[in-house]
């Protein structure tokens, strides 16, 4: 899967997480004959005043109301300001995935060219999409493409007999699912970046970005803990994508 431009660079920026390895997230991209920098965290390059209005603007209050917080109070500007230079950042917030892509996009026209960089920005915070109501996701496909690390965790729902138990007060199932604190993340996000080197793919030869209907390829959309243990966890391509992702 060469770009048209050969020379093309996968940015991998993001604050640093006590479960992420960027160097081994580096190594493995490194493998399939790509190109991929660290770039650091991007958000530290952004005016702190301004991107904390425009944050506490887009969180979501309503988990079924499309509408955001137009109407932030002083403290919450205040909060997101604090939050920005805060280390490790404080989560719990949901916010409007596409409003926070359109963020990073208006700080990145003028740093990357989609023919040289593919930016791929690994989140600390909560992101969502709204259809019929609000849905916390990995993805938020664009320029650049965002992987929400916690959405890793709070995203794919858990098996049904888990809420079953949950709310009848019953202690939680013995079953298998990414955690709040888990080493298995850097394995996950490696099957997430196939996504993102795939859709930037799909976006310079102007086709449309599709996943695959394989479970155990990483290009499968997982909605639930188990799929992700099966397709990103292994980090594994079918025969077709393989073909198309590796140099």
């Known amino acids: 899967m060469s770009p048209n431009n050969a020379d093309s660079i996968i940015v991998l920026s993001g604050p640093e997480f006590e479960d992420v390895d960027y160097s081994e997230l580096i190594k493995f991209i490194k493998n399939y004959g790509f190109s991929i920098e660290r770039e650091g965290d991007l958000l530290a390059k952004l005016d702190a005043d301004l991107f904390a209005e425009r944050m506490a603007k887009i969180r979501i209050l309503e988990p079924d ?3 955001l917080n137009e109407n932030p109070f002083p403290v919450e500007v205040d909060y997101e300001k604090r939050n920005l230079k805060s280390i490790p950042r404080k989560k719990g917030i949901i916010y409007s995935g ?3 892509l359109k963020i990073l996009q208006e700080q990145l026209d003028d740093i990357f060219d989609l023919r040289k960089n593919w930016p ?6 909560l992101l969502a999409t709204f259809e019929a109501r609000w849905h916390i996701r990995v993805m938020i496909f664009g320029f650049p493409v965002i992987i929400s690390v916690p959405g890793i965790v709070y ?3 858990r098996s049904r007999e888990y809420y079953i138990s949950a709310q009848m007060g019953i202690p939680e199932a013995d079953e298998d699912y990414i955690k709040e604190k888990d080493e298995r993340k850097t394995e996950v996000l490696k099957g ?3 996504q993102a080197i795939y859709f930037y793919k799909c976006l310079l030869e102007g086709k449309e970005f599709r996943f695959c209907e394989d479970k155990n390829c990483s290009l499968y959309n997982s909605h639930w803990q188990r799929e992700i243990l099966d397709a990103q966890l292994k980090h594994s ?3 077709k994508h393989l073909k198309e992702i590796k140099i």
């Not at 791929?120 to 915070?125: F, I, K, M, T």
């Open 120 to 125: 791929v920005y690994l989140s600390d915070q």
């Open 237 to 239: 391509l079918c025969e």
């Open 155 to 157: 995203g794919p729902a």
């Open 65 to 67: 109301k499309k509408h």
């Open 98 to 100: 596409n409003h926070f």
């Open 192 to 194: 997430y970046l196939f």
